[in-house]
Every structure is written in structure tokens, then in C-alpha cells.
């Protein structure tokens, strides 16, 4: 264990006054107040009570068996990088006896996703790990950069989040490896929880707080082992741990409607540090009416819909593969192949420029502004 109860009387700080010591060990001073609950805390107590409260959601979860091969989805960024620390040291203080391999995946995003994928190379090198890519070229013969090209940086992250998901789970099955753990935290959590509630999506809603889900009739299951943990935590554990990560944000902005949450959520977070793990308290307790009247009533909804959209939707049955690609999908076309083929369509009305020295929303707007369509 790495905390050490601080018996020597010479560490012992002689003139501080008792609101200044750490409210755990009561000998440090403290240099932190946890986000989490306001309690003031020395450094090396708040790496333990971190450390084990994730061992503790661990456990108690059984998110881990012994022999297990995981791949943690490291993009470079705080949240996994504390992650790929994290489940290491773990591993190795606890026995867990799992086989860890850092999964990445490319969305070709020119000066933000190259510069934190270097990032995770030197994490590599770091917590000597082996390492994975994979792309959105390579994978679907677009970048990031050129969808939004086509479709606009609004709809970005919705090609970009149903890409990412389905690159890390054919990433993983190259591996052959069938557990992803990712960085979502409490903060992302609530967030989720809240858009859910919002939009009235109960479907999500009841799945949104599982620390371990898994489609019916996929091999990958996906696993949150930061569940509870504050990402102000989690950035001040990084900073305190001098972890090497990449903190630019993402060039195109977040989905309107999850900005406007997380802004919610922060301000909420501001007068009750406590909401974010009440929001997913209250989430995880949430009693839903019966899955069958629900079921019921949105497939009227949906009815409704399609005919207002006249889209062609096909039979959900979880545990197919797409009739396109060949890939696991809840229905006949996956929604890569779906977004594939639009993007297909607009293909041909661009020219992106091949000039690579520029960012990629800057000359994403440059091609825009010159299009006519
Ligand atoms: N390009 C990627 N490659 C691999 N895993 C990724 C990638 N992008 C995101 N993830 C995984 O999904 C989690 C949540 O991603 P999100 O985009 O919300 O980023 P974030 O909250 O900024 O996390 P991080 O700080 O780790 O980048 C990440 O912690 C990581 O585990």
C-alpha cells in the first residue's frame, strides 16, 4: 500500500492549526479539498481514498475476472489517462490478473486527435503497455475532418460518437479481446442521465447509470470504472500525479443539446457538489413502468415518426449483423453503414484541400466558405 500513516515525529508539522490538517489522518496539512464532499485532505491521502474508492466500484461491481484481457479506450485525454494509471497500479497492488492493452482509435481530426494520439504513444512508453490504433480512414475511408467537410460541425458528434463506438468494438475484436473500459466519469454520467430525463428517452434513461453494458448477441462488453469518480478529482489526481495527458478540447464543439446539459449540470454542481452522484443515486433507483406498455407505446411513437419521415426502418433484433458490412448491428443496416451511405452521397460535391499544415476546423470552414452547392 502506498499510504503511510504519518508516525514519524519529525514529518509531524509542529505549528498548524487543527482546521489546517488533513480531516483523514489528522497529522498532514492539507493541501486539497475533495470536490466530491469538501473534505480537506492531505496529498497522499487523497491519492489513497481515490484509489481505493475505484478499487472499491471495482470490486463490488465485479467489473474484472481473473485472466481477463481488457482494453482501456485511451484517446490521450485526462479521463483515460488517469484510467490507464490507474488500472495498472491496481492491478498490480490487487491482483486483479487482468491483461491490460491501450485501444485508440483515429478519428482523423488534424491538430487535435494527432497531437493527443502522440500522447498516448509516450503513455505507452510510460506505463509500458501495448497499444493499439485503429482509424476512421482505415475503417471507412473517411477522416473526421472530411465528414464534417460533408455533413457540417453540427452533426459531428453524432458520426463521430457512432463511429468511435463501433471502431473501439472492431478494434477490440481484432485483438480478441472482449471488454472495453472507458473514461466516463461521474460528471459524464449525470450528464447523460439529465439529457435523458430531458428528452424524455427512457429507454437510454434506464440504461444510462450501468457500469457494465453489453448488446444482446455482441461479444464486447463496456465497462465505466470512473462511475463515481469527480472529474475535478480526476484532473487534480492527474495534476498531483504529474500524468503526461493531452487537454485541448476537441476542435468541433459538443452536441448543442449535451453543452447546454453539462452546462446545467455545472452550475447545479456549483451550489450542491453532492448532485452529481445524487443525479446517478436517483438514476440507479429509478423504478420504470413495465417494459411492455413502454415498448408499446414507443412503437406507436416510432410509427408516427416513420411516417412523417417515411423512413425505412427494418426489425430490431438485437445479435444481427448488417447486411452491408457485415458487422454486428441491432438492425439490417448498421448506423455506420446508414451515415456511410449519406456521406457517400455528398462525397462527390467536395474536394477537400490536401493541405495538412492547416487545423482541420479551420480548413474545414476555408472548403465550406468556397463551396457552392
Ligand atoms: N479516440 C479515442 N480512442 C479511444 N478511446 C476513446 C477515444 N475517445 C474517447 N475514448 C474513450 O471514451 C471516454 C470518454 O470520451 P469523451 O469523448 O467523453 O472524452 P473525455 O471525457 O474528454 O475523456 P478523456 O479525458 O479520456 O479524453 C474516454 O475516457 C476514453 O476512454
Known amino acids: ?7 514519524d515525529p519529525v514529518n509531524v508539522p509542529k505549528k498548524l492549526k ?15 479539498k475533495r470536490p466530491k464532499n469538501l ?3 492531505c496529498k497522499e491521502c487523497f491519492f489513497y481514498v481515490f484509489e481505493t474508492e475505484i478499487h472499491n ?4 461491481n465485479n467489473v474484472f475476472y481473473r485472466g481477463e484481457r481488457v482494453a482501456i479506450g485511451a484517446s490521450g485525454g485526462k479521463d483515460s489517462t488517469v484510467l490507464a494509471y490507474l488500472i495498472k497500479l491496481l492491478n ?3 491482483n486483479y490478473g487482468i491483461d491490460i492493452t491501450l485501444l485508440s ?3 482523423g481530426i488534424v491538430g487535435y486527435r494527432d497531437d493527443s494520439l502522440a500522447t498516448v504513444m509516450r503513455n505507452q512508453k510510460q506505463y509500458n503497455l501495448p497499444l493499439e490504433i485503429v482509424s476512421f480512414k482505415e475503417l471507412y475511408d473517411w477522416t473526421m475532418d472530411e465528414i464534417v467537410a460533408v455533413a457540417g460541425i453540427r452533426n459531428s458528434c453524432t458520426y463521430c460518437g457512432i463511429f468511435r463506438r463501433q471502431s473501439l468494438d472492431r478494434g477490440a475484436e481484432k485483438l480478441e479481446i472482449q471488454h472495453v473500459i472507458t473514461g466516463h466519469n461521474a460528471d459524464d454520467m449525470a450528464e447523460t442521465v439529465l439529457m435523458n430525463i430531458l428528452r424524455g428517452d427512457i429507454a437510454r434513461l434506464e440504461k444510462s447509470t450501468a457500469i457494465i453494458t453489453q448488446s444482446k448477441g455482441s461479444p464486447i462488453k463496456r465497462s465505466k470504472p470512473f462511475k463515481y469518480a469527480y472529474q475535478k478529482e480526476i484532473v487534480l489526481y492527474a495534476h498531483y500525479k504529474k500524468l503526461d495527458y493531452f487537454s485541448t478540447e476537441c476542435t468541433y464543439a459538443p452536441e448543442a443539446f449535451r453543452g447546454t446539459a453539462r452546462e446545467l449540470m455545472k452550475n447545479l454542481e456549483a451550489v450542491r457538489p453532492s448532485c452529481i452522484i445524487d443525479i446517478i443515486h436517483s438514476g440507479e433507483n429509478l423504478v420504470l413502468k413495465d417494459e411492455n406498455e413502454r415498448k408499446k ?12 419521415t417515411s ?6 433484433v438485437d445479435g444481427n449483423r448488417c447486411e452491408k458490412c457485415g458487422y454486428l448491428s441491432s438492425n439490417k443496416i448498421c448506423k455506420a453503414c446508414t451515415l456511410l451511405a449519406d456521406l457517400e452521397k455528398s462525397r462527390s460535391k467536395i474536394t477537400l484541400e490536401n493541405d495538412t499544415s492547416m487545423e482541420g476546423a479551420a480548413r474545414v470552414m476555408r472548403t465550406l466558405e468556397h463551396l457552392s452547392f
Open 1 to 7: 500500500m502506498s499510504w503511510v500513516r504519518p508516525t
Open 18 to 32: 487543527v482546521s489546517q490538517l488533513c480531516e483523514i489522518c489528522h497529522s498532514r496539512k492539507a493541501v486539497l
Open 39 to 41: 473534505q480537506k485532505v
Open 57 to 60: 466500484t471495482i470490486v463490488s
Open 92 to 94: 498490480e497492488r490487487h
Open 105 to 107: 482509435v483515429d478519428e
Open 297 to 308: 407505446k414507443q412503437f406507436t411513437k416510432n410509427k408516427n415518426q416513420e411516417k412523417a
Open 311 to 316: 423512413a425505412k426502418k427494418s426489425t430490431f
